[in-house]
């Protein structure tokens, strides 16, 4: 399974099933301030006091709401601090009007310094608290309400569950439709926490009373439904959301009709978890219908509609329809130009979705400009140690490694990973990513005792944060499976990917496509290890899979026709797959074009299969397009054109012509003394072989069946899961 880089996509998402109306809110100045009539326009809005506005801003600013959320953010806290004030309101209405009165005269007789008399009221008032015990739970139950909400509007999360549970606690029974209430503010409060099992248990306890009481139509079930449902895929949980998402989505359409933008929201969210299980049919028709409902009821250039035409936009991305996605993200940008100006973090969310699909087509001159673009919006707007700028730079840091540019790959993914531990704490999962990913650069410069560690404390937090069986941990199961097999501890690799394919078959099902790629890398390790019958059936399922669930011309296909190709030729089974070879490399010249890195790795292995049967015509002119390609879309200095360099050499040296080996061999030596340094595997591979050819060189007579080195199996490995 690839692992997910990329952290700045925007996916439109509900955790009620809503839309929402928005106030708008100017983009003041800093140092400027906000005017005066300003916070009354607000309050006027609102509903609330002036100054009530002015510590609504302060709230924001003390917990560094982004700027783009100002508009949400602020609504959301006039409607608890709202909520809040009726509360008060009602908290009265708790106190038994007799005791109030006792309360009052013991108060006046204190202020009077009567305090014998003021005794006499209490335990007068205590006598009767005494009598209505249920009462007054009731009654401190709802004071931790409403601190609790107080603890909200502040977004202090934490605070405000303590206080949610212990409201629960308190409250006596037959009370149930405000235990309801209480345990959904608990489990939302809890979900916006990242504390998915305690806000699972909430929300469990909340779904049972609703339907125990409401009837089975009320939207209030329908909310919980989805709320539940949501908390579930975020768990990796697909198969007890789905059926919560129907039901939730069969009460809106009854209750508000199929055309309401609630619909809308609620079909994107069912299709988000179609898309997470690589359920790419069912999820398409989803998101047309919502697409069409936001667009008919909202105006097709409303910012709603901006999100669904991204998230329809990644569903076409992961089936490799490119022509079809690229549209779909440049008017997704455009309508947040259009509505938020330029220079808005949305629109830095656009230009980086925008980006990945070009870095998925090879395109990296158009790539570089919208990443650093994005980066310097976030920048701007959000400032430096913003989680989003750590997302900018890290997509930034993967197009620089994707290049071969180590160097200016690696601070920007150690930045990335400092402000994600300092703003999101270090056992964060979007911590775990950054290590992950700089543990990735360090395992392709051969630097294993760097990566080791860093993809080791990924997994941990993965497990720990998400439960060992989420489908991220095999993620991180199969990363550090990949470190051992490149070290030849294949003893530790097996059981990683076996459980990591565990994991996926388990939570995905047995034909997603995270199935196949995980099936994939188990048959290289066997492959590796000459395990040659068990590696066949598991490349043969692999193939079945990914042409079941993304069409068989996709470029997944390739790679797995590919892989299964060379298996073939590493048992001498040319015919079969000669074949094989050809297909994947018309479908990645069709689906990506001819000057595709794709391309250039699909050229290489058929041009080593000619090779392996001594058809030196045929297999010359693929290496050396193999190699334009990759100088022009990578640089000449990039270690896969090193790596094209060493595999033209061998062909020449297999034909004794040591003149036109030797410079190439010299070249690929100095391009990989330079990216990877000379302790890195590579290197010592080529300088194994350009001294050999220089030993051969020097004997006119050497027999030509000896001159082939274990290069050929070099390479074959270097290049073969190399898309």
């Keep these: 399974m690839s692992e997910l880089q990329a952290q700045g996509n925007y996916i439109a998402q509900a955790t009620n099933g809503s839309t929402a109306n928005v106030t708008h809110i100017e983009n003041y100045h800093e140092n400027k301030g906000i005017p005066p ?11 609330v006091t002036k100054n009530a506005v002015k510590n609504f801003f302060k709230i924001i600013e003390q917990k560094e709401v982004p700027r783009e959320d100002w508009d949400f953010t602020l609504r959301q806290i006039a409607t608890r601090h709202k909520e809040l004030q009726e509360r008060l ?86 009370h149930e439709s405000k235990k309801v209430e209480y345990l959904q503010k608990w489990g939302v409060a809890a979900y916006d926490a990242g504390l998915y099992d305690e806000s699972q248990i909430a929300l469990e306890q909340c779904l049972e009373i609703r339907e125990r009481l409401l009837p089975k139509d009320d939207t209030k079930i329908a909310t919980t439904l989805n709320n539940l449902a949501f908390l579930y ?4 949980k697909y198969e007890e959301a789905e059926p919560l998402f129907q039901r939730s989505l069969e009460i809106l359409e009854k209750t508000l009709g199929k055309d309401h933008p609630h619909i809308a929201t609620t079909l994107n969210n069912l299709a988000l978890l179609f898309y997470s299980q690589g359920k790419y049919e069912e999820a398409e028709p989803l998101y047309q219908r919502s697409l069409g409902i936001v667009e008919s009821k909202l105006g097709e250039n409303h910012l709603y509609v901006a999100s669904f035409l991204n998230n329809f936009a990644e569903l076409y991305k992961s089936q490799g329809k490119y022509e079809e996605a690229e549209p779909l993200y440049q008017r997704s940008l455009e309508i947040r130009e259009t509505n938020l100006g330029k220079d808005h973090p949305h629109v830095a969310q656009s230009l980086n ?141 097996e059981p990683l990917y076996q459980r990591s394919l565990g994991i996926v078959e388990s939570k995905l099902g047995e034909n997603h496509p995270y199935v196949a790629s995980s099936l994939n890398n188990l048959a290289a390790l066997y492959e590796s290890q000459g395990k040659y019958e068990e590696t066949e059936p598991l490349f043969q399922r692999s193939l079945g899979i990914y ?16 892989n299964l190709a060379a298996l073939y030729k590493s048992q001498g ?53 193999s190699l334009g390609v990759r100088e022009t879309k990578l640089g000449e ?54 001294s050999k050819m220089l030993s051969e060189k020097t004997k006119d007579n050497f027999p030509q069946s000896q001159k082939r080195s274990f290069l050929e199996r070099f390479k074959n490995r270097l290049e073969k899961l190399l898309f």
């Design 37 to 47: 009539e300003e916070y009354q326009r607000l309050a006027e809005d609102f509903g």
């Design 89 to 174: 309101k009602q908290y009265e209405n708790f106190i038994d009007p007799e005791i109030q009165e006792l309360r009052n005269k013991a108060e006046q007789a204190i202020n009077n310094g009567e305090y014998d008399k003021a005794d006499i009221y209490l335990d007068e008032a205590f006598e009767k608290d005494m009598k209505l015990i249920d009462q007054r739970k009731l009654s401190a139950s709802e004071n931790r309400i409403i601190k609790g909400d107080s603890q909200n509007v502040r977004i202090n999360y934490k605070q405000a569950i303590k206080l949610y549970k212990q409201a629960v606690k308190l409250l006596p029974d037959g």
């Design 233 to 236: 895929r975020s768990q990796g």
């Design 353 to 493: 979705n925008l980006a990945l699909l070009y870095k998925s087509q090879g395109k990296y001159e158009e790539v570089e400009p919208l990443y650093q673009r994005s980066l310097g919006i976030v920048e701007s707007k959000l400032g430096e140690n913003h989680p989003y700028v750590a997302s900018s730079l890290n997509n930034l840091a993967l197009l620089y490694y994707s290049q071969g540019k180590y160097e200016e790959a690696e601070p920007l993914y150690q930045r990335s990973l400092e402000i994600r531990e300092t703003k999101l704490g270090k056992d964060h999962p979007h911590v775990a990513t950054s290590l992950n990913n700089l543990a990735l650069l360090y395992y392709s410069q051969g630097k294993y005792e760097e990566a080791e560690p860093l993809l080791q404390r990924s997994l941990g937090i993965r497990e720990t944060k998400l439960g060992k069986d989420h489908p991220d941990l095999a993620s991180s199961l199969n990363n550090l499976a990949a470190l051992y097999k490149s070290q030849g501890k294949y003893e530790e690799a």
């Design 547 to 562: 042409e079941k669930a993304l069409g068989k011309d996709h470029p997944s296909v390739a790679t797995t026709l590919n």
């Design 573 to 625: 089974k040319y015919e079969e797959a000669e074949p094989l070879f050809q297909r994947s490399l018309g479908i990645v010249e069709s689906k990506l074009g001819e000057n595709h890195l794709y391309v250039a790795s699909s050229l290489n292995n058929l041009a080593a299969l000619y090779e392996s049967q001594g058809k030196y015509e045929e297999a010359e002119p693929l290496f050396q397009r």
């Design 637 to 690: 200095n990039h270690p896969d054109v090193a790596t094209s360099l060493n595999n033209l050499a061998a062909l020449y040296e297999s034909q004794g012509k040591y003149e036109e080996a030797e410079p190439l061999f010299q070249r690929s030596l100095g391009i990989y003394e330079k990216a990877l340094g000379k302790d890195h595997p590579y290197y010592k591979t080529v300088m194994k072989n350009y």
